[in-house]
């Protein structure tokens, strides 16, 4: 079994900035895929990124590309989403996501494809 939580989510203005942080533990693999996906109110779960821990190759949605950034830090098992310039429309519980097989970009943006899920952390952005 792997853990996965979340933090960082909170209330921010339009056009500013939040770090959300997803920490693994347990059960984790030499080389995984971990994602961040999100959920509006009354919408389906939708991909915002990924990133392949062995090469370090990262995917994007084109509705955060150039805003926001993924990134890990190995030893901590810990990756996160800098979320800058961010919009009203980015508003939704954010999902991070872990895979313990490295996945490209067509598989990348299918919750199918991960196998343990954080809890979910609120981002709320005003307008």
């Known amino acids: 079994q792997v853990q996965l939580v979340e933090s960082g989510g909170g209330l921010v203005q339009a056009g500013g900035s939040l770090r959300l942080s997803c920490a693994a533990s347990g059960r984790t693999f030499s080389s995984y895929t971990m994602g961040w996906f999100r959920q509006a109110p009354g919408k389906e779960r939708e991909f915002v990124a990924a990133i392949r821990w062995s090469a370090g190759s990262t995917y994007y949605a084109d509705s955060v590309k150039g805003r926001f950034t993924i990134s890990r830090d190995n030893a901590k098992n810990t990756v996160y989403l800098q979320m800058n310039s961010l919009k009203p429309e980015d508003t939704a519980v954010y999902y991070c996501?872990?895979?313990?097989?490295?996945?490209?970009?067509?598989?990348?943006?299918?919750?199918?494809?991960?196998?343990?899920w954080g809890q979910g952390t609120q981002v709320t952005v005003s307008s």
């Open positions: 996501a872990y895979t313990g097989r490295e996945l490209y970009y067509s598989e990348s943006y299918r919750d199918t494809k991960y196998d343990y």
